[in-house]
Nanobody, 117 residues
Framework: QVQLVESGGGLAQAGGSLSLSCVAS????????MGWSRQAPGKARESVAV?????????ADSVKGRFTISRDDAKNTQTVYLQMNSLNPEDTAVYYC?????????WGKGALVTVSS
């Protein structure tokens, strides 16, 4: 099993920045893709950014140039980060960390990001 715990987020003003972190622990051997998704009130969950074990990244069009995903793979934990700049109210959502391990998806409990205008 893989456990994912997010931290960070909170409240920011439009134009500001926030960051998120997610630590993966447990049976982390074999984790390939890690990423962030978000779900705004009344909307479906959407993928925001993904990073592979090799460091390849992919971003949703809505966050390209503003968000940066990165990861740190240590022996016993793997951490994925999301740096969010130039935030706007449309970025308000619960952000979920996810990890793919041999085709199985694991999810964190989410971290709230609120951007005020």
């Amino acid at each position: 099993q893989v456990q994912l715990v997010e931290s960070g987020g909170g409240l920011a003003q439009a134009g500001g920045s926030l960051s998120l972190s997610c630590v993966a622990s447990g049976t982390i051997f074999g984790i390939n893709k890690m990423g962030w998704s978000r779900q705004a009130p009344g909307k479906a969950r959407e993928s925001v950014a993904v990073i592979t074990r090799g460091g390849r990244t992919n971003y949703a069009d809505s966050v390209k140039g503003r968000f940066t995903i990165s990861r740190d793979d240590a022996k016993n934990t793997q951490t994925v980060y999301l740096q969010m700049n130039s935030l706007n109210p449309e970025d308000t959502a619960v952000y979920y960390c996810n990890a793919d391990r041999f085709g199985d998806d694991y999810w964190g409990k989410g971290a709230l990001v609120t951007v005020s205008s």
